[in-house]
């Protein structure tokens, strides 16, 4: 297993990049909700930044609709194909802002 990796820093005008590397599973995807709450907590706007994301299940799915339902957020891509498809069959994709996807599997 890849191991996981949340790193965070700040923008101008409140925007906080979050980006995540590794496996995201129900052991591991408490990192994500770690990081935002203790050093994302006063963003503006969260960018959750998946490109480098080898493996995401429902638990990562979950972690982003909760932080999504707590303050804008957009998900930076372009979006891992097995992602992408976790996406596309819980109908969540389009519950989601992507930016720098072309929407094709990569």
């Not at 700040?10 to 990049?17: L, Q, S, Y």
């Not at 638990?59 to 932080?67: E, H, S």
């Not at 998900?75 to 994709?93: D, K």
């Amino acid at each position: 297993m890849e191991s996981v990796r949340v790193t965070v820093r700040f923008e101008a005008d409140g925007v906080c990049v979050v980006v995540c590397s590794g496996e995201f599973d129900l052991d591991t995807a408490a990192a994500l909700v770690d990081a935002c709450e203790k050093e994302a907590g006063a963003a503006r706007l969260l960018v959750v930044d998946v490109a480098q994301v080898a493996f995401a299940d429902s638990a990562f799915l979950n972690v982003l609709l909760r932080l999504r339902s707590t303050r804008p957020m957009v998900l930076a891509g372009p979006l891992p194909s097995q992602f992408r498809r976790v996406l596309e069959i819980t109908g969540a994709l389009d519950l989601f802002e992507v930016q720098g996807d072309s929407g094709q599997d990569g």
